[in-house]
């Protein structure tokens, strides 16, 4: 487990590098917000957790199969996370942040356009604006 990155993940990057490209400027992993962000865009009161869909328990996602071997540990560490997430959740959400959880394998779908010309990712954004 210590080769797990908790920052400059992939997908993370992959996320960071799209809002960027779209016009978004946001500060990385800021600490001094529960549950340290991996996206704070302040000018939309908004943090972004990009979530590994195994380490956070993403329900019914088949990259969420618990290992055969010590499953009591792994149900017990994911369960953690998951309370862990809930928690820091409520804090921020508490202080007015608006918070958007993208998992891993949903990534590919938030940059789809739609009809409005914006992908998901970024009319949930631009709904939450706050000037």
């Known amino acids: 487990m210590a080769s797990v990155r908790a920052t400059e993940t992939k997908p993370e990057i992959i996320v960071r590098k799209f ?19 991996d996206i704070v865009l302040n000018k939309y009161k908004t943090v972004i957790f990009v979530h590994g869909c195994f380490w956070h328990g993403h329900k019914d996602c088949k990259d969420t199969i ?5 499953k009591a540990y792994w149900e017990k560490k994911i369960e ?10 409520a804090e921020l959400k508490k202080n007015a942040w608006r918070v958007l959880i993208i998992w891993t394998c949903q990534i590919n779908k938030m940059f789809v ?19």
């Open 66 to 70: 618990l290992p055969k071997s010590n």
């Open 19 to 37: 809002l960027f490209s779209k016009g978004f400027r946001y500060r990385k992993n800021d600490k001094s917000l529960p549950g340290s962000p």
């Open 113 to 131: 356009i739609n009809k409005t010309g914006l992908s998901e990712i970024e009319r949930k954004i631009k709904r939450a604006k706050h000037l």
């Open 80 to 89: 953690s996370n998951i309370n862990r997430d809930k928690r820091k959740e």
